[in-house]
């Protein structure tokens, strides 16, 4: 519930400071966007293919929530070569999503930071016995730094970077605490909606 204070007094402060009362804003500033990502993350050593769903309500011109889910389509080996149980990882989480900062308009470049809040689950499987060997719920902090590439009018490609720490995750077969801390990479297709 903190979290929410701070989101909400962020977003309404510029304007509080500049003499106008809290609100919306012109239909102009507020919207949707939703977006698909495709990319990969780095854990245990290992890169994982990536895939991520997001979407965001943005209701000032600078400030956007929502929610966004990450994770790999295909699970990556973490056994060493040649070794007979070839143990494989796979990982998935959600949560918040925040952004701060007015995205860039037209044919512009445009940076702007990100933030995702939540938790996750990560899995070693066996593929000879077709069943989880163990498996860890834990929290996650990921920052992200978002460059906005030059855009379509309502599709904008932007290259994500961002960065997975990871708490509560212990006792994985092979995957020390913090292998699953790592970064992520992956270029992102929004829509992007006004009223």
Do not use: K
């Not at 903190?2 to 009362?21: C, D, V, Y």
């Not at 989880?132 to 719920?137: Q, T």
Request: glycine share 14%.
């Amino acid at each position: 519930m903190l979290l929410l204070r701070i989101a909400f007094l962020l977003a309404f402060l510029p304007g509080a400071l500049a003499g106008q009362g809290p609100g919306l804003g012109p239909s102009a500033d507020v919207g949707w966007s939703g977006s698909l990502h495709l990319g990969a993350m780095r854990a245990a050593d290992r890169t994982l293919p990536m895939v991520a769903l997001a979407g965001a309500f943005r209701f000032s011109p600078r400030f956007e929530m929502g929610g966004g889910g990450v994770f790999s389509p295909t699970p990556v080996r973490i056994s060493p070569q040649g070794s007979s149980d070839r143990s494989e990882l796979s990982l998935g989480y959600g949560g918040l999503l925040l952004r701060y900062g007015a995205p860039p308009t037209g044919e512009r470049w445009g940076v702007r930071p990100a933030l995702l809040l939540g938790a996750g689950r990560a899995r070693v499987t066996s593929p000879l016995i077709d069943a989880d060997i163990a498996s860890e719920n834990f929290l996650l902090f990921e920052p992200s730094v978002e460059l906005h590439l030059p855009r379509a009018p309502r599709l904008r490609p932007v290259l994500n970077l961002g960065y997975r720490m990871v708490l509560g995750a212990e006792g994985l077969p092979r995957v020390e605490a913090s292998g699953l801390r790592g970064a992520t990479l992956a270029l992102s297709f929004n829509m992007v909606r006004n009223p």
